[in-house]
């Protein structure tokens, strides 16, 4: 084989965090495994639906669609407008009302292939536009963050989250990162439901992290994937408020992937806040070139999906109900487990009742982990990242009992 050959001499990769526990779940033909791993919504049966409302978006698109052509580098028109208002939305204003920073060409948005997709145009943004600029992410993190970074070439550290035993945020320790990052450095936070921990701050907290950010000249990037699945639709961009009242830039990562259940459509969109109208046009010049390099254009189907469902006010109601039966499943599995664990003697886990969306991080290591898969067939990410989303009434016990025999 020669020198310059693919294959020479390489050792392979590691597998993903998170998607290579759930191809090992996929593996195990033992019945009775359970997955816990993958932040996927779930029914009682372990199903991850199609919405009735996407479903009915779908039954009216392959009535009507007349073209599979390209779309526009940023996406339809029409979708990015439709994303704005749902990620712009402000409490008690109706779908579709501006904020005043969108009136004055403050916000552009382009459609990207899943929150991914969006994060990692996002860092090449700050790489393109900030050369100089390191990226913070919390520690933990949804551990692409840093492999994001990575592939783009953007030096990366963390910061501390939450309190050295994971029951709180330590804002304390946020503030003081933000103030040891240079100007002009970018923070990626967690717009809700902090993965993995489910910790998020309060409004107030938000501010007091914002008003930090806008005065160190920090560029905020928020990962905001799970919109909806935390206190609600709306009140979720409290944090986004939060940034947004400084005047200061955000770029915003959006996803559909959870909260319309459309998770192999690929549908995301990253929300540019930039300090003028001039300065927004330009900015997206550049996301415009760098998605060029990288996909193109974004597909089309599940953007559609979307547009569908928020242009129509009844389908968009229909599925404000869905997101919310979401959450209320998850809330409730959260609640139950919580009490399972504690009917098993595992000791004081309370502290996992304030979390918000799918994650809370159980505290088991790796070897706590194997024992888990191999005797029990339950699968979890690392440091016991749990989905509760993937908990039923039957399956609850079984995890709590199996959870708390490590514990104990
Ligand atoms: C997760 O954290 O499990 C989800 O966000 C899925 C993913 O892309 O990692």
């Known amino acids: 084989m020669s020198n310059g050959s693919l294959s020479a001499k390489i050792s392979s990769a590691p597998s993903d965090p998170i998607f290579g526990i759930v191809e090992a779940f996929r593996a195990d ?8 791993a993958a932040g996927v919504y779930m029914e009682e049966d372990g199903v991850t639906p199609i919405l009735a409302s996407v479903r009915e978006a779908e ?12 779309k526009p580098i940023g996406g339809d028109p029409a979708l990015v407008k439709l994303l704005r208002a ?10 579709g009302a501006l904020p005043a920073i969108a009136n004055e060409g403050r916000i552009e948005v382009l459609h990207t292939p899943g929150g991914t997709g969006a994060v990692r145009l996002a860092v090449e943004l700050v790489k393109r536009l900030r050369p100089q600029a390191e990226i913070w992410v919390s520690d933990p993190t949804w551990p692409n963050h840093p492999q994001i970074a990575d592939a783009v070439g953007v ?24 103030a040891a990052a240079k100007p002009g450095d970018a923070f990626i936070f967690h717009g809700a439901c902090h993965n993995p921990t489910g910790i998020d701050p309060t409004a107030a907290e938000w501010r007091a992290i914002a008003d930090a950010v806008a005065a160190r000249g920090i560029l905020p990037i928020l990962d905001f994937a799970y919109q909806g699945l935390g206190d609600g639709l709306v009140e979720d961009a409290a944090s986004l408020r939060a940034f947004l009242a400084t005047g200061c830039e955000v770029l915003v990562a959006a996803s559909a992937s959870k909260n319309f259940a459309l998770y192999d459509e690929r549908v995301g969109a990253l929300a540019i806040v930039a300090e003028d109208k001039e300065a927004a046009a330009a900015i997206l010049t550049h996301a415009k070139v760098a998605i060029r390099a990288a996909w193109s254009n974004p597909p089309g189907h599940g953007g559609e999906i979307v547009a569908e469902i928020l242009a129509d006010d009844a389908l968009r109601g229909q599925w404000e109900g869905e997101v919310t039966a979401m959450r209320e499943r998850i809330n409730g599995n959260r609640r139950a487990f919580v009490a399972a664990l504690a009917s098993e003697g595992a000791g004081d886990y309370s502290h996992l009742l304030t979390g918000r969306g799918m994650f809370s991080l159980l505290g088991l290591d790796d070897a706590q982990l194997k024992r888990l898969r191999d005797e029990q067939a339950i699968y979890l990410v ?27």
């Open 29 to 36: 033909p033992r019945p009775e495994k359970i997955n816990l």
């Open 59 to 70: 039954r009216r698109l392959l009535a009507n669609a007349t073209t599979k052509l390209y």
């Open 382 to 408: 690392a440091r016991g990242r749990i989905n509760f989303a993937g908990l039923s009434a039957v399956k609850i016990p079984i995890v709590a009992k199996a959870v708390a025999a490590l514990l104990r």
């Open 86 to 95: 749902l990620i712009f939305r402000e409490p008690g204003a109706p779908f």
């Open 155 to 178: 030096p990366h550290r963390s910061h501390p989250w939450t309190t050295a035993d994971v029951r709180s945020l330590d804002l304390d320790a946020v503030l003081q990162s933000i």
